[in-house]
């Protein structure tokens, strides 16, 4: 598997294409949305391959091997992935069977059927997807919560047998426990045979005689299902984490499936952030630009003490070591940044002016006209940045 193609986006994407991308395809397959055959395998891919790219580290082993597995070649890594070269007959292909034997089984796969002939082994069940909800704080100092959502488990009753307690499944009569059964169709190229799931057993290989009373056979019930999740610091919108086990019951005692967790986080009307470090705009006086002064500055983390040096100039941006975000995969927090935005006063009474004027005078400045000193100040400031 290349996680690049499968997400459509080029090696040297950025970590916001790479997120986008997987958020518009990781809708697109989910497997609640969509039911086409082959959704819930391409939904595990986007999610697999979301997993190497957003972890700098697998993405840079990716980048060198062409595998997470640390080492060049087919073992240990991605490989060939998705095909499963292990199993009977020559090297992983079953080449047994009835009618025109292996050679059909590979014939039907390209024209009809195309059945596993492991259908019938466990499999492990469908993933979920969980959509958590986070404030800009809860997304920075993490938390821990339940949560709670509906999925399939194995019956209690049966446990997941399907079968009335007391008894058990025997092999299909109609398939023979294959899971499968040979079917002939007339083509244009004449009769061919390929396979298709087995309508009696549904796949499984095992006829249920009596049903359980609970899952009516089916072995798996829907119930809610609670767990508490620890939300790591630093988590960003559209991060997400995997559960092992979390998903839907397997079948034929196949495991679990996963649960994805998938995090979207409220913006803040204060802070802006930029993976782990934080941005303020902070307002400030002409005077407190112009004498310098120490000023109280509000961060995730509280208000703390800041110096503004004597001439500070509007757009200034001040450095506060360790009061942005915790690193999500790495100790330490990040830094805030404070940009001073100077602010001109309005409505200046009587004394203000007067002060301003004899400012004005002292620096060469001509107050007169209808406009007041600061208003021409702000204008040419304007001005300024225009060019």
């Not at 059945?115 to 909800?133: C, K, T, V």
Request: charged share 25%.
């Amino acid at each position: 598997m290349n996680p690049y193609d499968v997400l459509g986006v080029s090696k040297d994407a950025s970590d916001q294409e790479i997120k986008r991308a997987y958020r518009k395809l990781s809708k697109k397959y989910h497997p609640d949305l969509n039911h086409e055959p082959g959704a819930e395998e391409k939904f595990k891919e986007v999610n697999e391959a979301y997993e190497i790219l957003s972890d700098p580290q697998k993405k840079a082993q990716y980048d060198q091997f062409g595998t997470t597995g640390g080492q060049q070649g087919f073992g240990g890594g991605q490989g060939f992935g998705g095909f499963d070269f292990g199993g009977s007959g020559a090297g992983g292909f079953d080449f047994g069977g009835s009618g025109a034997g292996g050679f059909e089984d590979i014939f039907s796969s390209f024209f009809g059927g195309g059945q596993s002939r492991n259908n019938n082994g466990p499999r492990q069940g469908r993933d979920l997807q969980y959509e958590m909800h986070l404030t800009f704080e809860e997304a920075i100092f993490g938390k821990k919560t339940e949560i709670k959502y509906t999925r399939e488990e194995n019956c209690k009753t049966c446990s997941g047998t399907g079968a009335k307690p007391g008894t058990s499944p025997v092999t299909c009569s109609k398939c023979h426990g294959r899971g499968f059964i040979q079917v002939q169709r007339q083509t244009p190229l004449g009769r061919m045979m390929s396979q298709q799931e087995c309508d009696v057993c549904h796949g499984t290989g095992k006829e249920i005689k009596e049903k359980c009373s609970t899952c009516h056979g089916s072995g798996h019930v829907n119930e809610q299902h609670a767990i508490e999740v620890t939300v790591p610091a630093g988590v960003e919108d559209g991060n997400q984490m995997r559960l092992s086990g979390q998903g839907e019951a397997g079948v034929n005692g196949g495991p679990y499936g996963d649960l994805y967790i998938y995090f979207s986080v409220a913006p803040s009307d204060k802070f802006k952030r930029d993976g782990a470090d934080i941005y303020l705009s902070l307002p400030i006086s002409f005077v407190q630009a112009a004498l310098g002064d120490e000023v109280e500055v509000d961060t995730v983390h509280g208000k703390v003490k800041m110096k503004i040096p004597a001439g500070t100039q509007t757009g200034t941006t001040f450095r506060l070591r360790g009061k942005g975000a915790p690193h999500l995969r790495a100790g330490g927090n990040g830094d805030q940044r404070v940009t001073v935005r100077i602010e001109t006063p309005k409505n200046l009474n009587k004394k203000q002016r007067e002060a301003l004027k004899a400012f004005a005078d002292s620096m060469g400045e001509d107050p007169s006209g209808d406009d007041s000193f600061f208003e021409r100040w702000s204008k040419n400031k304007k001005t300024k940045r225009k060019k």
